[in-house]
């Protein structure tokens, strides 16, 4: 094989120079191995040189180190306010339904036509509240545009300020805004609502208000290159007025069959094998549940599978049984026939949906 650029020994000295961390040593074993890659294949050669110039650890890391010194806190209780990621990894491959994945998408490009907006008088989309159940995608949806626009990502929860002593909230509040406004980030403020649910409380009222205030003078006023993102899980909680004052509203669905099937076939792994028929019935038993629900649903299935070695088709099909009395007779037949194509005998199926054998059989054509 003439396409081996790295020998066993090459490769562990690699790996073992990337676990101990040190990128000075990292970078010089890539520009030698660059040089001798260079000379079989140019293009190879070529990315390596670049990606070694590119990483320049002394600028990131001044950088970063004089950000994070930076980074607000309380001032009594000297918590951080505030939490600066910008080595963002996503647990899973976002599955993004419309319009939510229109709306996303819309955001990128104008950052990426920044310019030919501002040729044009206009500012890109600067602020966005996102609204939608728990579990359905709003953080994700944060470290994903960050990440997707190459910068850290800046995440206050907004509950966790607030629950300090509410008269230094408004300075936390504005101090975190200040901050956010000198780097270059993405803010993210979670659980926007917390800022709403106190508003029962009579003698906090005025205080609120003010910070309402600042909040929506600040959205106003939020820098183009900057961007604002919000998520609640209770948009019915929050000022109208806030509401108004944001660019863009994204509202998240629960995931849809689609998408729910798309979900499976990412988290199952195509190496599990499971039926077809039975990838194609679970999102109908599913139907209602969010994505974090069923990543939790499969990632313990998968855990019992290792642990204790229960088949994933056994424990799918018994998360079917489990389900199906909640099912209309319709949908317990879109299951049947699901079930049929995935090789269950009719006696199987029947004990399965609890429908007839007579229904299973006008209504399900057997393959073989
Ligand atoms: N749209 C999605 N696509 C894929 N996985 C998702 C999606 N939404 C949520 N998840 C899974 O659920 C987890 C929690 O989602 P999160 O974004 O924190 O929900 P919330 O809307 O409450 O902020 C994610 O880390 C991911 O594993
Ligand atoms: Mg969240």
């Excluded at 955001?107 to 989309?125: S, Y």
Aim: with cysteine.
């Amino acid at each position: 094989m003439d396409n081996i650029y790295l020998d066993s020994d090459g490769l562990v000295h690699l790996a073992r120079l990337a676990l101990a961390g040190n990128r000075a040593d990292i970078v010089a074993y890539v520009r030698k191995i660059a040089r001798k890659v260079a000379r079989f294949d140019p293009v190879v050669g070529e990315q390596l040189v670049t990606l070694a110039q590119d990483s320049n650890p002394s600028r990131n890391a001044m950088l970063r180190g004089e950000q994070l010194d930076r980074l607000p806190v309380d001032l009594d209780s000297r918590l951080q306010l505030a939490r600066l990621d910008d080595e963002i990894s996503l647990d899973v491959l976002p599955i993004w339904q419309e319009p939510v994945k229109a709306k996303l998408e819309q955001v990128l490009i104008e950052r990426a036509k920044f310019k030919e907006l501002a040729f044009a008088n206009l500012a890109p989309t600067r602020s966005l509240l996102f609204t939608g159940a728990p579990g359905v995608g709003k953080s994700l949806a944060a470290k994903w545009l960050a990440k997707s626009l190459g910068l850290p990502l800046l995440t206050v929860d907004l509950a966790a300020v607030m629950s300090s002593f509410l008269g230094r909230t408004g300075n936390n509040i504005r101090n975190i805004l200040d901050y956010a406004k000198s780097v270059d980030c993405v803010l993210f403020l979670d659980e926007l609502d917390a800022l709403a649910k106190r508003r029962d409380d009579v003698t906090e009222v005025g205080e609120l208000k003010r910070l309402v205030t600042v909040l929506l003078q600040e959205i106003d006023s939020w820098p183009a290159h900057g961007l604002m993102l919000a998520a609640t899980n209770h948009p019915d909680l929050l000022d109208p007025a806030i509401w108004r004052r944001f660019d863009m509203i994204v509202e998240f669905p629960l995931p849809n069959e689609v998408s729910i099937r798309a979900a499976l076939s990412s988290w199952i792994g195509e190496e599990h094998e499971v039926p077809k028929g039975l990838l194609d019935a679970l999102p109908i038993v599913l139907s209602g549940m969010s994505f974090s629900d069923l990543k939790r649903i499969i990632s313990q299935l998968r855990r019992n599978q290792v642990v204790s070695g229960v088949a994933l088709t056994d424990s799918l099909t018994l998360l079917i049984e489990q389900r199906i009395n909640s099912l209309s007779k319709a949908e317990k037949i879109e299951v049947a026939q699901n079930l049929t194509d995935a090789g269950l005998s009719q006696r199987s199926v029947n004990s399965l949906t609890g429908l007839s054998r007579d229904t299973i059989r006008k209504h399900c054509e057997t393959v073989n």
